[in-house]
């Protein structure tokens, strides 16, 4: 009996709903699907002619596919394994059987159970914790930080204001603009301090606020030979905090701007209504990209590629938009450009999430 090979019906085993099953065997020193099934595939956009007769190497990164390949060839071996894996933005954990007949692994099983919803509340609750502490750090740079900073920006206006001799007065307007990059920095701390104490909601005509971004942005968008293109497809009214919103709008124009490329100086901005009750704002360049690698790290505290930035704008951008019950989301190419997208809840949408 040992030696017979029965036939197994997989579709008994496949978790239909929230996962999928699949089987190996090695060739070589290859690891071949031979079967793979599940609503899983669907949901990550992948067929099952994608992977059955395939390596891992034929559909998966290659620093993914050596990763599982490593799992693949313990399983090989006769261990049972589980490891955690990810496909197209969606989480799975999967367990690999080995099949062991006269001693030898004749085909290895493989069982997984999407686990996205999970993932994704685990690692929201890991970032709420490091804004927390960067919340902390933030409150206490920023209190030993403003007053001193008061006192030397004032003293610095007085002596430019009593000073006849212009090189010390060119020293000194050098010296306050300085001072003021530094609160600005400050104030971005005092933001993720006490986010919340700062909002002020009013009624807003989102179009209105869009075309007054543009206009205050034409002064840098000239500079660079950059025409911002509007497409404003609806007159909305929304409940939020005018001046935040546009201070997002403006950090990522700004960015936008910052990644043009000499052969396309054009940046789309457009509003249009969304599906779900909400509001749409997209702003799309065709610039320099994002490497999939940074994408990862976008919102992270303190990370930046720019000279002088502080590594904090997009976080506080991302908060903004949280606080407001909105999204935020970065798609992006390198030298293909980049699509941020910023869904917002209208009106009466936003008064059934306050209630």
């Known amino acids: 009996m040992a030696g017979i090979k029965r036939s197994i019906n997989y579709k008994n085993l496949v978790p239909r709903k929230n996962g999928f099953v699949f089987k190996f065997l090695k060739k070589?020193?290859?690891?071949?699907?031979?079967?793979?099934?599940?609503?899983?595939?669907?949901?990550?956009?992948?067929?099952?002619?994608?992977?059955?007769?395939?390596?891992?190497?034929?559909?998966?990164?290659?620093?993914?596919?050596?990763?599982?390949?490593?799992?693949?060839?313990?399983?090989?071996?006769?261990?049972?394994?589980?490891?955690?894996g990810s496909l197209n933005g969606s989480y799975y954990v999967a367990c690999l059987s080995p099949i062991i007949i006269n001693s030898s692994t004749i085909e290895v099983n493989g069982t997984a159970i999407d686990i996205t919803i999970e993932k994704k509340n685990d690692m929201k609750v890991h970032e709420m914790e490091k804004l927390s502490m960067v919340g902390e750090l933030a409150?206490?740079?920023?209190?030993?930080?403003?007053?001193?900073?008061?006192?030397?920006?004032?003293?610095?206006?007085?002596?430019?204001?009593?000073?006849?001799?212009v090189p010390t007065k060119e020293y000194l307007d050098i010296m306050l603009s300085e001072l003021d990059?530094?609160?600005?920095?400050?104030?971005?701390?005092?933001?993720?301090?006490k986010p919340r104490d700062t909002i002020e909601f009013k009624e807003t005509d989102i179009k209105e606020l869009i075309v007054n971004v543009v206009k205050f942005m034409e002064p840098q968008s000239n500079i660079k030979s950059v025409k911002v293109n509007t497409v404003l497809e609806s007159s909305i009214?929304?409940?939020?905090?005018?001046?935040?919103?546009?201070?997002?709008?403006?950090?990522?124009?700004?960015?936008?701007?910052e990644a043009t490329l000499e052969t396309n100086k054009n940046i789309d901005?457009?509003?249009?209504?969304?599906?779900?009750?909400?509001?749409?704002?997209?702003?799309?360049?065709?610039g320099s990209g994002i490497s999939e690698e940074r994408q990862k790290t976008l919102f992270e505290p303190f990370y930046t590629t720019k000279e002088k930035g502080t590594g904090l704008g997009l976080m506080i951008c991302k908060r903004i938009i949280e606080n407001?019950?909105?999204?935020?989301e970065v798609e992006s190419k390198p030298n293909r450009g980049t699509a941020v997208t910023i869904s917002l809840p209208k009106y009466g949408e936003f008064h059934s999430i306050k209630a």
């Open 28 to 84: 070589g020193h290859h690891f071949i699907h031979t079967f793979i099934e599940g609503d899983f595939l669907d949901k990550v956009g992948i067929c099952a002619t994608d992977v059955v007769g395939h390596t891992l190497y034929d559909f998966l990164p290659e620093d993914s596919a050596n990763q599982k390949h490593m799992y693949y060839d313990m399983a090989w071996n006769g261990e049972t394994v589980n490891y955690e």
């Open 139 to 165: 409150a206490g740079i920023a209190h030993e930080i403003r007053n001193p900073l008061t006192s030397i920006t004032g003293f610095a206006q007085i002596l430019k204001e009593t000073m006849n001799d």
């Open 181 to 193: 990059r530094i609160n600005k920095i400050v104030n971005e701390f005092m933001f993720l301090a």
């Open 237 to 257: 009214t929304a409940l939020c905090d005018p001046n935040q919103i546009k201070q997002v709008l403006i950090n990522v124009i700004q960015n936008a701007l």
């Open 269 to 286: 901005l457009i509003l249009k209504a969304g599906s779900e009750n909400n509001y749409v704002i997209q702003i799309i360049d065709n």
């Open 324 to 328: 407001h019950h909105g999204t935020i």
